[in-house]
Every structure is written in structure tokens, then in C-alpha cells.
């Protein structure tokens, strides 16, 4: 089969297209034909070299993936051959205290999809069988792609670690990224007040049309000063908070007495200062939150069915094109999500 993999960490010239040996399902597992895997900006840190995660040299990336089923390992019966279906992105023990709790991801078992095992940059990929979910109703193979991993992490910020709730008020960052545009959507369907920012003034109206009640170009706004405006010198609620040491001291100063910061990566950088006296003074709450566990995959899988809530695809392009798409979203680029298909 033909999979975009690299052989060494670096910039987005390390990726090649290459022939390498269709994988075969295991026991319990089922082999997939990849009709569209979205990117995600992980692949970037793993293509990097940052984080350091567990990987054999040479790998094929991909978090997110939805194809048809290509063929059965011994034991599965949930599945028939040809039948759409998309990948969680995630995978866990299943049976320790945490999984049991519904926190898959503190599992010790816990992988990603592309990270600790090969992803979907390929024509054909093994999942677990208990690991794929049916394509919901209606929806392409490209949008079942953009779905799972930025879903999964935003309802798991949003309504498990920061329990927004009718009447709050939540500011997301960066709402044309994959999470942001997810957290928009999903804040506007808890009955929160939307304030997001995007890079460019392109990316307003797409940020008002997801749910967005007030967007702020950060470009050429100052982030902080709008929020107090917005909110009457008072802060928001909850500050959805994924970029790092480029927001992290605003976001702060954003949150209201009481209120709550969840945050769930380090776009710009892992190191942030934080000043003590102004979290206990104002009794903040911060929340560390890493993708999700099964049942809000389901949860989200459930609302993406009923259209209650939609991914946003910026572009579909070839596998062949893996580079170019690491390039655009290195370079911010997008509204939604980018795609890749065989």
C-alpha cells in the first residue's frame, strides 16, 4: 500500500510517500480502507520529534480516520466487510479503575491513533474492532474524519473538567483552529455567551456563523482589553485555553473571581510564568484536560448524527500532498479542518 511516513524527526521534508507492507488484522481487530484522515496539529509535534512519544522508526501519522471495513480478524462479528465506518482516536486498557470510570485518558494503556501505533496516512489501516464506531448518518468520509479527535477534546474541556453551563460566559481561542472551531460550536450548544478570537479578519464571519457572539482579531485587537469591554471589567467564566506561553498570561487576567482556565495543549511552547497571588486571590480554578474518554466520543458521535453539531473541512487533498497540508497548517491557514484522502 502507499502511506506517508518519515524516518527521521525534522521539518515537513522529512515526509515521503512510499510502498510498505499492507498491514494484516490480529484477533479482534479489523483492517480498514482510509477514505479521508484529517490532520491534526500533533502530527506536527510527532513529525518534530516534540513531545517525545514512544514510536518506532519509520511511522505513519494520522489521528483521525474514516474508511470501510476491508477485513475481519478471528472473532469479529460486530462488522461486515464494506461497511463505513470511523476510528476513535484513541485507544485504552478498557478494564482498569480509570477506564471503568469513564477516564480512558489517564489510563496507563493510553495511546493515540498516529502516535503510539500507526495512523491513518496510509490506504489501509488495523484498529481494534471495539475501537470503530458506524459513519453517522448523512456525513461524508471527509467530515467523519474531522470529528473525533477535536470533538472529543473540547467536549471533555468544556463539559467534563470545566462544566460550563447555560449563562456562562467562555472565551475559546483561536476558533478557526480544529479544537477552537469544535469548542465554539459545543459552548453554543450548552447555552454559553461565545467570545472567540481567530488571526485573521478572513476568519470572522466563520467564527460568528459556528455560534461565535462576539469575535475578536487578535491580530489587531488586544485580547484582554476586549474581553473587559465585553464583560463589563468582570472576565469571562471559563477561558478555553490551548496555545500556550502566547496567551496563557492574558488568559489569566481574563478569568473572573471564581472562574475557571482548562487547557489542553502548548501550541507556542510548554513553559508558562504564573504568578500564585493572583490565582489564590481570586480563587481560580485551572484544569488540565487531555482528550476524552468512550462514552463522549459516543456523546459527541451522537450530536454530529442530529446535526447539532457540525466539522468544518477547509480542504481535501491527496495523500501525495501530506507536506503541503503540514506546511498550511504550520503557517495557520485554515478555518476547520485540513484532509487528506488516498
Known sequence: ????????????????????????????????????????????????????????????????????????GSGVT??????????????????????????????????IRGAGMPGGYAELTVARASDALPLP??????????FPLVFLTAWHMLVTRAGLSAGE????????????????????????????TVGSDAKIENAKALGADAVIPHHREDIEAAVKALTRSQGVDVVFEHV??????????????????VTCGATTGPSVPLDLRY??????????????????LEAVHRLIGEQALRPVVDTVLPLAKA???????????VFGKLVLVP
Open 1 to 72: 500500500m502507499k502511506a506517508v511516513l518519515f524516518r527521521r524527526h525534522g521539518g515537513s521534508e522529512v515526509l515521503e510517500l512510499a510502498d510498505v507492507t499492507d498491514p494484516v488484522p490480529g484477533p479482534g481487530e479489523i483492517l480498514v480502507r482510509v477514505k479521508a484522515c484529517a490532520l491534526n496539529h500533533l502530527d506536527l509535534w510527532l513529525r518534530q520529534g516534540i513531545p517525545s512519544y514512544q514510536m518506532t522508526l519509520p511511522h505513519i501519522p494520522g489521528c483521525d480516520v474514516a474508511g470501510t471495513v476491508a477485513a475481519l
Open 78 to 111: 460486530r462488522w461486515t466487510v464494506g461497511e463505513p465506518v470511523l476510528l476513535a482516536p484513541m485507544a485504552s486498557c478498557g478494564t482498569c479503575d480509570w477506564c471503568r470510570a469513564g477516564q480512558d485518558s489517564l489510563c496507563d494503556a493510553f495511546r
Open 137 to 146: 448518518p448523512g456525513l461524508s468520509f471527509e467530515a467523519a474524519a474531522a
Open 169 to 196: 460566559t467562555v472565551l475559546v481561542h483561536a476558533a478557526g483552529s480544529g479544537v477552537g472551531h469544535a469548542a465554539v460550536q459545543i459552548a453554543k450548544h450548552l447555552g454559553a455567551t461565545v467570545y472567540a
Open 244 to 261: 500556550g506561553p502566547a496567551t496563557w498570561e492574558q488568559s489569566v487576567r481574563m478569568v473572573r473571581k471564581g472562574g475557571r482556565l
Open 279 to 296: 490565582v489564590y486571590s481570586r480563587q481560580l480554578t485551572i484544569l488540565g484536560s487531555m482528550m476524552g474518554g468512550r462514552g463522549e
Open 323 to 333: 507536506r503541503e497540508a503540514q506546511e498550511r497548517m504550520e503557517r495557520r491557514e
